[in-house]
């Protein structure tokens, strides 16, 4: 993004058409990776373009209106490491362990919608705060789509495998707390057997991916504000 700003566009295009939840995190590059973001918006055209001639407007109809408002209502199952699978494991009585598409349940539902509005709120204000650092663009890119996975109604525990690369710019910058990184590096990247967990308290738990990214994104948030603030020791981030 700070050296091949069209290639890495090319790049967030193609794993926004894999992964369409990743479009959310286009707005929140407008300050720090626009050529990316065009990039990204162009590529993105055109493999719609070509899907709509190799699957034809019905497809796509029913997918706008069936497919991804049925996927919307999330999964209670323990690899659903999102803020609604969170919701859904405390609220919803089902076991973790199955892999089956909940009922739909406006509690949950509401709360999924308040903090996906009030995560890409308060992400948004973060960037904004520091758009004044162009150099900042491979953390804020970090920071978009951790915030963006997190709000998903559908976050894998597999979705969150890039966040090595996160971890590895901020051990080469060294700009979070050392034993606060490793503890977020510890939820994310380890495996802990939830599947038997019935207790309420318990069900809390099993949401460890999901606790570990949050922590990894309020200490890269704190890190934005920090480098906007114009302390010093706050290291210019690499491609």
Same mark, same amino acid.
């Given at each position: 993004? $700070?050296?091949? /700003?069209?290639?890495?566009?090319?790049?967030?295009?193609?794993?926004?058409?894999?992964? &369409?939840?990743?479009?959310?995190?286009? /707005?929140?590059?407008?300050?720090?990776?626009?050529?990316?973001?065009?990039?990204?918006?162009?590529?993105?055209?055109?493999?719609?373009?070509?899907?709509?001639?190799?699957?034809?407007?019905?497809?796509?109809?029913?997918?706008? $209106?069936?497919?991804?408002?049925?996927?919307?209502?999330?999964?209670?199952?323990?690899?659903?490491?999102?803020?609604? =699978?969170?919701?859904?494991?405390?609220?919803?009585?089902?076991?973790?362990?199955?892999?089956?598409?909940?009922?739909?349940?406006? /509690?949950?539902?509401?709360? $999924?919608?308040?903090?996906?509005?009030?995560?890409?709120?308060?992400?948004?204000?973060?960037?904004?705060?520091? %758009?004044? %650092?162009?150099?900042?663009?491979?953390?804020?890119? =970090?920071?978009?789509?951790?915030?963006?996975?997190?709000?998903? &109604?559908?976050?894998?525990?597999?979705?969150?495998?890039?966040?090595?690369?996160?971890?590895?710019?901020?051990?080469?910058?060294?700009?979070?707390?050392?034993?606060?990184?490793?503890?977020?590096?510890?939820?994310?990247?380890?495996?802990?057997?939830? %599947?038997?967990?019935?207790?309420?308290?318990?069900?809390?738990?099993?949401?460890?991916?999901?606790?570990?990214?949050?922590?990894?994104?309020?200490?890269?948030? %704190?890190?934005?504000?920090?480098?906007?603030?114009?302390? &010093? =020791?706050?290291?210019?981030?690499?491609?």
């Amino acid at each position: 993004m $700070t050296e091949r /700003p069209a290639l890495a566009g090319i790049a967030v295009g193609l794993a926004c058409a894999v992964k &369409p939840h990743l479009a959310l995190v286009l /707005p929140l590059l407008a300050f720090h990776a626009r050529r990316t973001v065009v990039a990204a918006l162009a590529t993105g055209a055109a493999l719609f373009a070509l899907s709509l001639a190799y699957a034809g407007v019905a497809n796509h109809v029913a997918y706008a $209106t069936s497919v991804l408002p049925t996927l919307s209502r999330g999964y209670a199952y323990f690899a659903n490491q999102s803020a609604n =699978g969170l919701y859904q494991r405390l609220f919803i009585d089902s076991d973790i362990g199955v892999f089956v598409l909940p009922p739909a349940y406006l /509690p949950v539902q509401a709360l $999924t919608l308040a903090t996906a509005v009030a995560g890409y709120g308060a992400a948004a204000f973060v960037i904004h705060r520091a %758009r004044a %650092r162009a150099d900042l663009a491979p953390l804020v890119f =970090g920071f978009a789509w951790l915030v963006c996975t997190l709000i998903s &109604p559908i976050g894998w525990q597999h979705h969150f495998a890039p966040a090595l690369f996160v971890f590895a710019l901020l051990l080469r910058d060294r700009i979070v707390p050392a034993p606060l990184a490793a503890l977020a590096f510890v939820l994310l990247g380890a495996y802990f057997e939830v %599947r038997q967990l019935r207790d309420p308290l318990a069900l809390v738990g099993a949401s460890y991916v999901f606790f570990g990214a949050l922590l990894l994104v309020v200490l890269l948030g %704190r890190a934005l504000l920090t480098a906007c603030a114009g302390t &010093p =020791g706050i290291a210019r981030s690499g491609s």
